[in-house]
């Protein structure tokens, strides 16, 4: 018996003897931080999916460093992949539920384009609460997993794309929009962010509905 942290395909593989082409593991990134966007992960295996990357965990379970390491092999491990976005204006015009299910509904339109049939897939969705069907016209069929993104590969997949490909964008921003730390905390609500956007004022990256908060959510 493996460690709990240590992700299978039990539930994927389960999923797809029940006649689903393919299990398209979803997770999201950047919840609960103060600025910058969400992003939904999006990671679809098949029945031949090989065995996943050796180390491969939750995105939180992991270093940075191991986590830039991990996410083109994820990539490339997954038959289709891609990460959704909803800007930090759009967390604030529709609320972040709605911004989850328009980030996720982003990346499964990449994967369309891609050339999945997501109709003919199951979205094997990280959590207790569908943010993603209400969004969609002819949603496929969706199945809650509380614990995928430790338990399920697809989704710990999903979870490690998304979060290097969110990184990348707020590493990115802190280049022009310099002061706020976000290098270092990826727009989550640290002491030092909430200081310099006493000092600075907030940006237009940041979630300005948020800004009441003295801390940030769970860190994801």
Avoid at 12 to 31: K, T
Avoid at 102 to 118: E, N, P, W
Avoid at 192 to 215: D, K, M, N, Y
Wanted: charged letters at 20%; one cysteine or more; a negative charge.
């Amino acid at each position: 018996m493996p460690p709990v942290s240590d992700p299978t395909l039990e539930v994927e593989r389960a999923i797809l003897s029940d006649n689903a082409e393919f299990v398209i593991g979803c997770d999201e990134v950047g919840r609960g931080a103060i600025a910058g966007p969400v992003a939904v992960g999006v990671a679809a295996v098949g029945s031949r999916v090989a065995e996943f990357p050796l180390g491969l965990r939750d995105s939180k379970m992991l270093t940075e460093k191991k986590r830039e390491q991990l996410a083109p092999l994820a990539r490339s491990w997954s038959s289709y992949s891609a990460v959704g976005l909803a800007s930090a204006a759009e967390v604030d015009e529709i609320g972040i539920i709605a911004a989850l299910g328009l980030a996720g509904r982003r990346a499964l339109v990449q994967l369309h384009a891609q050339g999945l049939s997501i109709n003919r897939s199951v979205v094997l969705l990280d959590g207790a609460h569908d943010w993603l069907t209400p969004t969609l016209t002819r949603p496929p069929r969706v199945q809650l997993q509380v614990k995928a993104d430790r338990d399920c590969a697809s989704v710990a997949a999903a979870s490690v794309i998304a979060k290097v490909h969110r990184d990348g964008l707020m590493i990115e921003a802190d280049a022009s929009h310099p002061g706020y730390g976000w290098a270092g905390n990826k727009g989550y609500g640290s002491a030092g962010h909430f200081a310099a956007i006493a000092e600075l004022g907030p940006t237009v990256l940041h979630r300005h509905s948020w800004l009441h908060q003295t801390q940030s959510p769970n860190e994801n």
